[in-house]
């Protein structure tokens, strides 16, 4: 199993920044990839931005240039991602899920809540 948490949602002023992270934590060798998904009211989760266990990165069209993923190894006990959102959008509002994918399947954080607003 792997254990995942999020934290770092909020309100935000369209333009401003956000950082989310996400704690993943248990069979971290297992973890091939990581990423955040989003999913807006009324529509489907969509990937926004996947690191892989090699650093490649892959971002979704609409927050290319703004958002960045990255991770952090602090021991073999628990792996940090984050989400460095820039530039926010109205349109970035959205319940932001933190994700991984591995030798033993896939796993989801419980979501957390980012609005764009003025």
């Known amino acids: 199993q792997v254990q995942l948490v999020e934290s770092g949602g909020g309100l935000v002023q369209p333009g401003g920044s956000l950082r989310l992270s996400c704690a993943a934590s248990?069979?971290?060798?297992?973890?091939?990839?990581m990423g955040w998904y989003r999913q807006a009211p009324g529509k489907e989760r969509e990937l926004v931005a996947l690191?892989?266990?090699?650093?490649?990165?892959?971002?979704?069209d609409s927050v290319k240039g703004r958002f960045i993923i990255s991770t952090i190894s602090r021991d073999n006990a628990k792996n940090t991602m984050y989400l460095q959102m820039n530039s926010l959008k109205p349109e970035d509002t959205a319940v932001y899920y933190c994700?991984?994918?591995?030798?033993?399947?896939?796993?989801w954080g419980q979501g957390t809540q980012v609005t764009v607003s003025s």
């Open positions: 994700n991984t994918r591995g030798a033993l399947g896939n796993f």
């Open positions: 248990g069979n971290i060798f297992t973890i091939n990839a």
């Open positions: 690191i892989t266990k090699s650093g490649t990165t892959n971002y979704a």
